[in-house]
Every structure is written in structure tokens, then in C-alpha cells.
């Protein structure tokens, strides 16, 4: 069975405070996909990254960036200069192929508040 | 194109009484997932349809909950009696057909039920 820790609950930064949000999952599969999406108060889920589970390069997005480690089933995500706007839930996810289409699992979400 | 839309955005009824959610997913999406978000708790999959079948609908909670998708095409998801502790957001995801490599979800704005 999948499952998705994000060990954090809620974080607080002070504006343009680097902030690490932590992801770790579990699975017996060796193909499977990683994500973030962003939550903000208005509700909707935003799509942040997709990574698959054979490329382990790190990426950067702006003020995103994210670390992928096998080793140690984790998939952090940093935001760099914290903002106001950054304010939301954050969900890790993973999801395993089964039968020609994705079960995502998420984890419970990281709800960051930045304060200005 | 078009992407997920679910209505009504908001709903907020009395506990007993009945809740209809719709679910418009992308057009020539056969996959459509029903997931939820109940306060401070992870997303969690509730079914899954494959056209107008149900793949999996491991996730329901229990049989005051009704998904459908006749024809294929958008779903609806009955809560009815409605309860307290059904309160939450309701996520609907569609994705493209069985058999390809990868099948993105890609996530509608969800639903936000509120039980009173």
C-alpha cells in the first residue's frame, strides 16, 4: 500500500523567510509519480510538479524548488523568499499505475501561513 | 479547452437533508475520480469511473453516498441523509483513456459542503 507523510502540520515564516516543506512516501512500486499541488484559501487544488520516480534531478521553478531522494523516500519542496500570496495548504502526493490509470494518494497537507 | 468544472461551488445544508455534487470532466476524459477533504485531514479517493462504470469505489464512506455517471460523461455524487461530519471539500479529477503510459488527473475547483 501507498502512503504520504507530511510529518508537518502548519508552518509560519516571516516574509522573505526560506521555508522547507517536508514529503515522505512509502511504495512497493518502482514506477510511480510524485506531485505537489497548493491549496489556497479560495480552494481549488493547484498543480505545482509532477516527477517521476526514474529521474531524481532536482528542479527549480522561480522561487520553487524541489529535492528528490530516493535514498531516503523523500520529496521536499523549499520556497525560497517566502510571500504573502505563498499562504496556503500544500499536499505531496503520489500516485502508482494500476490497470492503465493513476491511484493518487496525498498526504494530509502542510498549511504554511506568511506573515508579512 | 475546457477543464474540470464542478457545481455548485459552495453548498451549505442542514444535517438530514440531501446534497447533490456535479462533476463536469474534460471532454473525451473516460476516467473520472471522486475524492474529499474533510477539515484538517488528507484528500482522499473515494471512486473511481471508467466511462460509466465504477472501477473502484473503495473509498465511499458509507451508503448514504450515491455516484453516478450515466452515459459516460459528467457524474453527480448524492450525499443523502447528509451528516455533520460529511462536511468538506469534494474534489472531482478526470483523466484521458486506459492504456496510455501516463494518465494525468487533472483536478476541478471542488465543492465545498457545508453541513449544518
Known amino acids: 500500500a501507498q502512503k504520504v507523510t507530511q510529518a508537518q502540520t502548519e508552518i509560519s515564516v516571516v516574509e522573505k523567510e526560506d521555508v522547507t516543506l517536508d514529503c515522505v512516501y512509502e511504495?512497493?512500486?518502482?514506477?510511480?509519480?510524485l506531485f505537489w499541488y497548493k491549496q489556497p484559501p479560495s480552494g481549488e487544488l493547484v498543480f505545482l510538479i509532477r516527477r517521476n520516480s526514474f529521474d531524481e534531478q532536482n528542479e527549480i521553478s522561480g522561487r520553487y524548488s524541489w529535492n528528490f531522494q530516493k535514498s531516503t523516500s523523500s520529496f521536499n519542496f523549499t520556497i525560497t523568499a517566502s510571500q504573502v500570496v505563498d499562504s496556503a495548504v500544500y499536499f505531496c502526493a503520489l500516485s502508482e499505475p494500476s490497470g492503465g490509470y493513476q491511484k493518487v494518494t496525498f498526504g494530509t497537507g502542510t498549511k504554511l501561513q506568511v506573515i508579512p | 479547452e475546457a477543464g474540470v468544472t464542478q457545481f455548485p461551488s459552495h453548498s451549505v445544508i442542514e444535517k438530514g437533508q440531501t446534497v447533490t455534487l456535479r462533476c463536469d470532466p474534460i471532454s473525451g476524459h473516460d476516467n473520472l475520480y471522486w475524492y474529499r477533504r474533510v477539515m484538517g485531514k488528507e484528500i482522499k479517493f473515494l471512486l473511481h469511473?471508467?466511462?460509466?462504470?465504477?472501477?473502484?469505489e473503495s473509498g465511499m464512506p458509507n451508503n448514504r453516498f450515491l455516484a453516478e455517471r450515466t452515459g459516460g460523461t459528467y457524474s453527480t455524487l448524492k450525499v443523502q441523509p447528509a451528516e455533520l461530519e460529511d462536511s468538506g471539500v469534494y474534489f472531482c479529477?478526470?483523466?484521458?483513456?486506459?492504456?496510455?503510459?501516463?494518465?494525468?488527473?487533472?483536478f476541478g475547483p471542488g465543492t465545498r459542503l457545508t453541513v449544518l
Open positions: 469511473f471508467v466511462k460509466e462504470s465504477k472501477q473502484d
Open positions: 511504495t512497493r512500486d518502482t514506477t510511480y509519480y
Open positions: 479529477a478526470s483523466s484521458q483513456a486506459a492504456g496510455m503510459r501516463y494518465n494525468e488527473q487533472f
